[in-house]
């Protein structure tokens, strides 16, 4: 089917759809200061506030890595997708604040916008711009205009963050180690309420850094693998 043509399908609930993200993605959550020394954090409100600003990190599964400097090139569209989800879920995804083509119905992102964003989420500009391929929509890239092209089909999370307990803090490094509940796995249970999975897709140990920056607040320093579902950061075992 022809994209320009799926999209304008989806060009009536626009408005719907970006209040909609607009309402899930407006939290302000409180800057972290970076501890000098290792401690742990057992505050419920704290994991909260980490798992909603890793509800856009995780969403897709990002493939790991060490640092932003070196992810592989193949990879940065992932990282670019972050990104984007990241502004249609932020308080600037109010309706009228994201342009659109009124022929399509797609949003309309410009290169610097995108490029401002992961700078925020990941400390660095992304080395490449590049159409994204996702299971449900593609974000093409237009190098003439530099522009985004989101058509307005919505996305359903792939995978939702619960983070571990306890949390520790190293320096300036906050080490988080998340279980990926796939989206697919939940239940509804005898009264039609939904019910997590009790087994993750899998776990991954996630570095983030606080930063003074209220609309996103910590920056994402890595992603890496676990040795098994009952590995923790640390080295320590889950009882």
């Given at each position: 089917m022809d994209k320009h043509?799926?999209?304008?399908?989806?060009?009536?609930?626009?408005?719907?759809?970006?209040?909609?993200?607009?309402?899930?993605?407006?939290?302000t959550l409180a800057r972290l200061a970076a501890g000098g020394i290792r401690q742990q954090i057992q505050n419920p409100k704290e994991k909260q506030a980490y798992e909603?600003?890793?509800?856009?990190?995780?969403?897709?599964?990002?493939?790991?890595?060490?640092?932003?400097g070196a992810v592989p090139v193949g990879s940065i569209p992932q990282l670019l997708d972050i990104s984007i989800w990241s502004i249609l879920r932020g308080p600037d995804a109010a309706p009228g604040?994201?342009?659109?083509?009124?022929?399509?119905?797609?949003?309309?992102?410009?290169?610097e916008r995108v490029a401002a964003e992961f700078e925020k989420i990941f400390g660095e500009p992304?080395?490449?711009?590049?159409?994204?391929?996702?299971?449900?929509?593609?974000?093409?890239?237009?190098?003439?205009?530099?522009?985004?092209?989101?058509?307005?089909?919505g996305s359903l999370s792939i995978y939702l963050p619960r983070v571990r307990l306890p949390i520790k803090k190293t320096g300036g490094a906050i080490e988080l180690t998340v279980d990926y509940?796939?989206?697919?796995?939940?239940?509804?249970?005898?009264?039609?309420?939904?019910?997590?999975?009790?087994?993750?897709?899998?776990?991954?140990?996630i570095t983030l850094y606080a930063q003074a920056d209220e609309d996103c607040p910590y920056r994402v320093g890595a992603i890496r693998q676990t040795f098994g579902a009952d590995y923790v950061a640390g080295g320590a075992k889950l009882g």
């Open positions: 043509r799926r999209a304008h399908r989806w060009a009536f609930p626009l408005g719907v759809l970006l209040t909609a993200l607009a309402v899930v993605g407006a939290v909603a600003f890793l509800a856009k990190i995780v969403v897709h599964g990002p493939d790991p890595f060490d640092s932003v604040r994201i342009p659109w083509d009124p022929d399509t119905g797609e949003l309309l992102l410009g290169q992304p080395p490449i711009h590049a159409s994204i391929e996702g299971s449900d929509f593609d974000f093409v890239y237009d190098p003439e205009e530099k522009i985004y092209r989101i058509p307005v089909t509940l796939a989206y697919n796995d939940y239940q509804l249970d005898a009264r039609g309420l939904y019910v997590e999975p009790t087994v993750p897709a899998k776990t991954m140990l």
